[in-house]
């Protein structure tokens, strides 16, 4: 029988030390989330391949697994050139949007959802990039009122707070803007519509290149020096942690709705009462959030040391009505789960200053039904209080079994043979 | 932009109430095989074809939603008729068997496993079977003693006890066999080694056409009438649930080796200390187990008013070598997570009575900033008490938002105005 022990391309086995990380982080998620109301759902990891194939996913759609047709379906599709009928899910946004609309006569309204799933992505496999990886995403629809705002980034910065904490680590930075005070920047010191995503694109790279840098790489793109200068000016003194209605009458002007800047000094008032004082929890007017479709408030975590963010999200307030042919408000999170294990991991995460003590019984092979008997007794009061117990025989390799115990969390470790007194 | 709301043929949308009952019962399932030193593993939702492929699936071979190859690989494909390289996971037993292989120099000895996933199977959709599913399995690998069949009964019965308890139900039945006395019983009644298979398919229908049913139908087959009634007779008192001993000397003779009753009656003894006085733990000569896999002991759980079992499993230990080619002894249990599910929700299963207090606050839109200010810091005080809190805008709607709200669990809804008092 041909058979091949390794997994998949690009995708993982996890040991049972990985996997009582995840599982540990994962249950710190669910219990900070459900305490906000938020509640999960979950959809099948396959989808129809013309919804993964609507232009929403971007770069992505490149990336598909496809499922093939079965059956008579499959020889038809050999004919025609359409063999697959679908394909692995690449992101928990677009089945989000079907969820939302296959079922909305049944949800809460707004819908406050918790997904936490596997997504696939053909992509070239390399360190820290997989082809299967768990994304973990907490949308409110429905509510287009900063109350979503509010509770996504309180909930998300509790949730951080509570995990960090765990490896020592209090202090992170929750930068938040607003995709309509960028577009009233750009207006206000002269850019044209048709410029706006091409001058994000070069203020996205400042903390690569600096400030001067962004303002070379923009005269380099032929723009018109005043409004070039101006804008750069806008972003010399941030160093103050400027007031966001200030800053923005300053800046802005008339280009922007007045209350934008009111409802983003409300947002970041009743924020900073509801987290942990030590979140520094900035209006970042240089925060850009790639995707195009965000329509309001954009926010991202980032964590000193660490030259990528943990979680970024934002507004979306035309997304879902573009799926569903009706509209809906929407605000999302995107926690990188993935990202968060592995700073925990990098700072020495220990599984046994946050779990029950562990206990291993070996047991002698020639030990007899009765001395059997008493070591399950045993197992079953230590269990009865609260204990980790395994009861297993003593390899002849004990040297190897009690090692691999002992890197599984196993501090109590008792060989018994027929004349032990247990 | 096409698009399609309903989920992929024959798969599911979890709404937010049916995902807290599956969350809960897969906390309890985790929680009570952590206690007993399981470890959770995982391995990827794909396979490579050749795996999926290699006979031990039986059946389910047949039902393979099989993955695409990509650029290249699948031009080539398409040429030579191999256009499919990987495929989704039909249970989890097969990506356990290349899980060990893969992983056994890193893994503890014996590995105690759980895993808990989903598979795939394109199968005809039909009431209660679905195309994608939640199994759940625990195994011992590299243990051959009896120990590994304790632990696995005795932690499963803990865990069935524990979930059904919030039902009202503390009654379960627990039946044990040994295809080795399965095989006994035939050879002292008289049956040829080849007829042992198609005995044994017979014999398992006899809680559906009882004892002369099974008798009728062996005469069809054309075996000695004196075989058949030996047969028979093994069967006929069976009430009095008997020492397995005495009735495999009585029934086996010579046929039996004398371990196998003892070590059968070493472990019914063991797992009824440590189990609940409510579960009926019983030697049953009748049970078959129709997997051609199983060596030693098989068992099944069955619960009084449902005519399927909620978890089954035994020993098989030829099986995980065959596929390493290095021989390790393994017993394993699955679980029918998705009908444990379904007989909880059928008795009424309440999330009320499981879980913390639920408050919704429903904020008028026309509220002021400081309003806000006062609801988010009321909410962060009741979260702090370890109450569920949402904050959300009062709907026009709200009637329906208050009925979906009731349905989700929330039993304090406050209405709050500009001028309601905190």
């Not at 951080?160 to 680590?169: A, K, M, P, Q």
């Not at 003194?237 to 966001?244: A, F, I, K, R, Y």
């Not at 206990?359 to 209080?385: H, P």
Request: charged residues 30%; glycine residues 10%; proline residues 3%.
């Amino acid at each position: 029988m041909k058979f091949i022990a390794t997994p998949v391309k690009g995708m993982n086995d996890f040991l049972p030390q990985e996997m009582r990380l995840r599982q540990h982080v994962l249950r710190l998620i669910r219990d900070t989330y459900a305490k906000y109301g938020f509640d999960e759902i979950e959809t099948p990891a396959m989808e129809h391949i013309e919804n993964l194939s609507g232009k929403i996913g971007g770069e992505n759609e490149k990336l598909i697994f496809k499922v093939m047709k079965r059956g008579r379906d499959l020889e038809k599709g050999l004919a025609s050139g359409e063999i697959a009928d679908s394909g692995l899910r690449y992101d928990l946004t677009v089945p989000l949007a079907r969820y939302y609309a296959n079922n909305r006569n049944e949800l809460p309204t707004p819908l406050k959802a918790l997904q936490i799933g596997n997504v696939w992505r053909a992509d070239k496999p390399q360190k820290g990039r997989f082809r299967q990886f768990t994304q973990c995403d907490i949308d409110i629809i429905g509510d287009g009122s900063i109350m979503a705002e509010i509770e996504l980034i309180a909930a998300t910065s509790g949730m951080l707070t509570r995990i960090f904490s765990e490896v020592g680590i209090r202090e992170f930075t929750v930068h938040i803007n607003d995709r309509r005070i960028l577009k009233a920047m750009a207006a206000a010191a002269g850019f044209e519509p048709e410029q706006y995503d091409e001058v994000f694109i070069l203020l996205d790279k400042m903390d690569k290149i600096g400030l001067d840098g962004v303002r070379e790489a923009m005269l380099a793109k032929d723009y018109a020096e005043e409004a070039v200068d101006r804008y750069i000016g806008m972003f010399r003194d941030l160093s103050g942690e400027p007031d966001v209605r200030e800053y923005c009458s300053g800046t802005c002007g008339k280009a922007l709705d007045g209350n934008v800047a009111e409802n983003m000094n409300t947002i970041l008032q009743s924020v900073r009462e509801m987290i942990s004082p030590d979140v520094h929890l900035v209006f970042d007017p240089t925060l850009v959030r790639g995707m195009s479709y965000y329509t309001g408030t954009i926010f991202e975590i980032s964590i000193d040391g660490y030259n990528f963010s943990i979680a970024g999200g934002g507004r979306y307030d035309d997304m879902i009505g573009r799926f569903m042919g009706q509209s809906a408000p929407a605000c999302g999170f995107s926690i990188g789960f993935e990202r968060i294990i592995t700073i925990l991991r990098d700072l020495g995460w220990k599984e046994e200053d946050h779990a029950a003590g562990k206990t291993a019984l070996l047991v002698d092979e020639k030990a007899s039904a009765g001395k059997l008997m008493e070591v399950f007794a045993l197992a079953t009061r230590l269990r009865g209080d609260g204990e980790v117990v395994t009861v297993q025989p003593l390899k002849k390799n004990a040297r190897f079994q009690v090692e691999t115990l002992e890197k599984n969390g196993y501090t109590q470790i008792r060989k018994v043979f027929e004349d032990t007194q247990l």
